[in-house]
């Protein structure tokens, strides 16, 4: 999983302001029947009817998750279930008791057939971008949208009897015929209106997402695999075809750089694009599957920014190939969706999944030396802001629960850092032959898919493919609590701190906004009572002073996304038309652009005598 980070500055600017009775005489088999329908929609619910499997039991339960793998947070999916109702071969209806969020006890079970219920979407629930309290990840969520969208996590729409998880689920979805659905699974149904999806057991399911909406996709294959990129845009702004050039870029350069370690033969990436309006979604990021990321941003986002978020999220989602779907401990091979247990190396999962989606980018030319130099500086400020002696083993065993949950984000920033200090004392050790890929490759030959590891006895395994120092590392600084020197890994490969004034974002600092936006009129304006940096004293604007154009081009929210990504590209002293609307008169304020400048650390090359390490570390 990815969360993008800054969408909470951008969302502070955004947002400041019946079930039928009838007989049922289906015979009970030994799989799982699931029907979904996207044609009848009713007050925005999905009809979703399961026909059981033989019960050999007085009651069963049916559940739907509480969490879901890549996640790290509970998230309660039963709570957007309504109307759950049981029936037997007569069509009488079965005693059922809901007895926690997710879960429904059902008697005389040895007589069901079949169950019904309707399913609500969580994209109009969330408050908080998906950060809130009760907001569930938008990737790992779902949309209702009919006619239009659907997006299909089938975890929040599709459960498991108890004890049958591990039965083959065949699926049925009839839906418009206007709509296609986007997905890794091949539909076996050849009809335009109904598709039939078949999975050996349900954890294999719910790894399968589907997006239901006007087609519009590519494919393309790469090194043999067949990779698939489908695209909702409400407005019709962005299409599979126009971003397609610079993800087959990427996916061939991250195929490069993983060279064998992978073997998944065909992969598709889901991008949905927000409207950013109130009950749509505002959780912006990307959730990993074996084959498949579904990625969620706004639409609003000027092509150039959407690439390379695009770029971001998906790189890292790409690499959770690696870890954890192919490199796993118990915890995640058997995960219990209801009573999890989560595992220790998160550092390994989400941190070298992270380091790696940047690594790749240097290694295949497609960032400088500088550029990855800033990225890993600008982690170990972030991972320095948050709480560096609490040992990482512990907080990614705990992360359900606070203190551990407020430093899950650490995982890509600390986590990275742990990555990368553990590739250099690698290509130290093996004089820069081998790196932490190659550790990763052992790994995977190791174990792999479908032989999972002991949680405490990966460590010993990790030493044993590599050097005394690696577990020695890892002791000390990932299940102890002594915090990273990250100057003394860097000096290894003739890199160090370094100080220099930088220009600031006009329009945010760190994630706090000087401007907001009025929803009911869309206008940008200044907020009042705040201290403002010198862009705004020197044009003498002031609080409350509403954005009507700059340099003579409109803006207001459905453009706020150009207005900012356009500022970065400002320079000091620049010649700036600002027309202002300020009591309700409009003005042009003249004058030149002064940007606000900040002291910030960052990292670069010293010390030519490591040129060759440094080279092996990028290059090798």
């Known amino acids: 999983m990815k969360r993008i980070i800054f969408a909470l500055a951008f969302a502070s600017v955004l947002w400041s302001c019946k079930t039928g009775t009838s007989a049922v005489t289906a015979v009970a088999k030994e799989q799982v029947e699931v029907a979904i329908n996207l044609n009848d929609i009713k007050e925005d619910k999905v009809m979703v009817t399961i026909t059981s499997p033989k019960i050999t039991t007085e009651e069963v339960t049916y559940s739907v998750p509480k ?99 591990d039965l083959p689920y065949t699926v049925s979805i009839s839906h418009p015929e206007t709509l296609w659905g986007a997905t890794s699974m091949t539909d076996q149904d050849t009809s335009t209106t109904n598709d039939v999806f078949t999975t050996p057991r349900y954890a294999e399911l719910v790894e399968n997402p589907i997006m239901y909406a006007k087609p ?147 290694n295949q030319g497609l960032i400088t030396e500088e550029e990855f130099y800033t990225r890993m500086a600008e982690k170990i400020e972030h991972a320095n802001a948050m709480n560096d002696t609490m040992p990482f083993t512990t907080m990614s065993a705990n992360v359900l629960t606070e203190p551990y949950k407020a430093q899950y984000l650490n995982v890509y920033e600390k986590g990275a850092l742990i990555g990368m200090c553990l590739d250099i004392i690698i290509r130290e050790k093996s004089n820069g032959e081998r790196g932490i890929l190659d550790l990763m490759q052992k790994l995977s030959k190791e174990y792999g898919a479908s032989k999972p590891f002991n949680d405490n006895e990966l460590f010993a395994k990790i030493t044993s493919f590599t050097y005394p120092e690696v577990g020695a590392f890892l002791t000390t600084y990932v299940s102890g609590a002594t915090p990273i020197p990250y100057e003394k890994y860097l000096a290894k490969v003739g890199v160090a701190k370094s100080t220099e004034k930088v220009p600031g974002n006009v329009f945010l600092k760190g994630q706090s906004p000087y401007i907001t936006v009025n929803q009911a009129t869309k206008e940008i304006f200044v907020i009042p009572n705040i201290e403002l940096n010198v862009f705004y004293t020197n044009l003498e604007l002031k609080g409350g002073d509403i954005l009507v154009s700059i340099n003579d081009k409109p803006y207001s929210l459905d453009n706020i996304y150009e207005m900012i990504t356009e500022s970065q590209s400002w320079k000091e002293n620049d010649a700036i038309a600002v027309k202002i609307k300020r009591d309700g008169k409009e003005q042009v304020i003249k004058g030149k652009v002064k940007l606000p400048y900040e002291e910030k650390e960052g990292l670069r090359a010293t010390d030519a005598t490591k040129k060759a390490l440094k080279e092996a570390w990028f290059k090798a």
Do not use: C, R
Request: hydrophobic share 35%; charged share 20%; net charge negative.
């Open 67 to 165: 969490i879901v793998p890549g996640t790290y947070s509970i998230d309660d999916y039963g709570k957007y279930i309504d109307d759950f109702k049981a029936f037997d071969s007569k069509g009488n209806v079965l005693s059922t008791t809901k007895t926690d969020d997710n879960t429904w006890n059902i008697k005389n079970a040895k007589s069901l057939v079949k169950i019904t219920y309707l399913v609500n979407d969580t994209f109009d629930t969330e408050k908080g971008g998906g950060f809130g309290q009760n907001d569930i990840f938008s990737p790992a969520g779902t949309n209702i949208d009919a006619g239009k969208n659907f997006m299909l996590n089938m975890h929040g729409f599709v459960g498991y009897f108890q004890d049958k998880k």
């Open 216 to 362: 519009d996709y590519t494919t393309f294959a790469v090194d043999g695999m067949e990779i698939l990129i489908g695209v909702y845009s409400p407005t019709g702004k962005v299409t599979a075809e126009s971003i397609t050039p610079e993800m087959k870029t990427m996916m061939i350069a991250q195929k490069t750089f993983l060279g064998k370690i992978n073997a998944t033969k065909k992969y598709t990436v889901l991008l949905y694009l927000s409207s950013m309006t109130p009950t749509d979604a505002k959780g912006f990021g990307a959730l990993e599957h074996p084959t498949a990321t579904t990625v969620v941003l706004p639409e609003m986002m000027p092509k150039s920014e959407l690439v390379k978020s695009m770029k971001d999220v998906v790189s890292h989602e790409f690499f959770h190939i690696v870890t954890p779907l192919t490199i796993h401990s118990k915890e995640i091979h058997y995960f219990d969706y209801n009573t999890p247990k989560m595992s220790e190396h998160l550092w390994m999962y989400e941190g070298v999944t992270e380091y790696f989606a940047n690594l790749f980018q240097i």
